[in-house]
C-alpha cells in the first residue's frame, strides 16, 4: 500500500534562481535555498518515490488534470519572467502508472478528471524550479497536478481526498507539495524593481503571519474556515487551490498534525513566501 511520507507549502519564486545563477543576486534567496535542501534531505531519508507537485503555474479552467507522462525533458525559460529564469533544463521520470491509479479514484467519484501523455506537454516552473533544487539526488519521479483556477476551495478538497486515496492504491512513498505563494499580490509594474524583497501591503503581510501562526499553534479548523476569504482578500496565487488540494490530501479539518517552518516568511516582488513542512 502507498504512502504520504512527506508533505510540505513551498515557494518557487524566479529570484531563487536569480540567487542560484545570477552573480547580482548572489544569496538573496539562500534561505529558500537552504529550506529545500531540508525538503531533499527529507525526501531521501523518507524514500520518497515521486513527487506530486500542485502547480499553480499549470493553470487550467476546466476540469481536473496529471501530467502523466513517463518522461519529462527539456529547457525551459519562463514566458512570464524570462529576464528572471531561463535557461534551466531538466530531465525526470514521469509517473503515468500512480497517475492513472489516482484517475481511476476521480472517474470513480464522478469527478470529471483527464491525464496527459502527450509527448509536447510540458512542465512549468512551479513545479520544475523546486524539483531543480529538491529532486537532486532523490532522483525520483515526477507527477504535475495543474491547479483549476475557476474551481472551488470544496472541488479541491475532494480532488486532494482523491489523491491521497489514489495513493493508498499504489506502491508509492510520495510526496505532495503545494507549490503557490500566501499572498499573491504583486507589487505595480512602476515598482516591480524596488519591490523585490518586498510584500505587497501590511495588509497581505499581517495575515499570511497570521496564517502561518494558526499552523504553528495546530489551528487548522480555523484555517480552513478563513481559507476562502483569504485566498480572496489576497489575492491568492490560482486562489490558493494548491493550498486546498494539500489539505484534501492530509484529512482536511481532520489534520492533527504539525508544521516545521524550513524557510521563514520572506517577500518577493509583493507576495507572501516560505516553505514549511506539514508533518504526516
Not at 532522483?139 to 476551495?153: K, T
Amino acid at each position: 500500500m502507498g504512502k504520504i511520507v512527506q508533505a510540505a507549502k513551498i515557494t518557487h519564486v524566479p529570484s531563487i534562481w536569480m540567487s542560484h545563477t545570477m552573480p547580482k543576486y548572489k544569496g538573496i534567496r539562500q534561505p529558500a535555498i537552504d529550506g529545500y535542501a531540508r525538503l531533499r534531505q527529507d525526501a531521501i531519508d523518507r524514500g520518497v518515490d515521486t513527487f506530486v507537485v500542485f502547480d499553480t503555474h499549470w493553470i487550467t479552467n476546466q476540469g481536473f488534470h496529471l501530467n502523466t507522462k513517463e518522461h519529462h525533458k527539456g529547457r525551459f525559460i519562463s514566458h512570464e519572467l524570462p529576464h528572471m529564469l531561463a535557461d534551466m533544463e531538466f530531465d525526470y521520470r514521469g509517473d503515468h502508472e500512480l497517475g492513472e491509479t489516482i484517475l481511476d479514484v476521480l472517474h470513480e467519484r464522478g469527478e470529471r478528471a483527464l491525464g496527459h501523455s502527450h509527448p509536447d506537454m510540458g512542465m512549468e516552473y512551479g513545479t520544475l524550479l523546486p524539483m531543480h533544487f529538491i529532486n537532486e539526488g532523490v532522483n525520483a519521479r515526477v507527477l504535475p497536478v495543474a491547479v483549476n483556477q475557476f474551481s472551488s476551495i470544496q472541488e479541491n478538497r475532494v480532488w486532494g481526498e482523491a489523491i491521497a486515496e489514489g495513493i493508498r492504491r499504489s506502491d508509492r512513498n510520495v510526496s505532495i507539495l503545494a507549490s503557490g505563494s500566501l499572498s499573491h499580490d504583486f507589487t505595480p509594474n512602476e515598482r516591480s524593481v524596488d519591490g523585490l524583497n518586498s510584500v505587497n501591503g501590511e495588509f497581505n503581510r499581517q495575515m499570511d503571519l497570521r496564517v502561518i501562526e494558526l499552523w504553528e499553534q495546530g489551528r487548522f479548523e480555523e484555517f480552513l474556515e478563513l481559507l476562502p476569504d483569504y485566498a480572496k482578500k489576497c489575492t491568492g496565487e490560482c486562489a490558493m487551490n494548491d493550498t486546498a488540494l494539500l489539505f484534501g490530501a492530509l484529512g482536511w479539518g481532520s489534520y492533527k498534525g504539525q508544521i516545521d517552518i524550513y524557510t521563514p516568511y520572506f517577500g518577493s516582488s509583493g507576495t507572501g513566501q516560505a516553505n514549511i513542512s506539514f508533518s504526516v
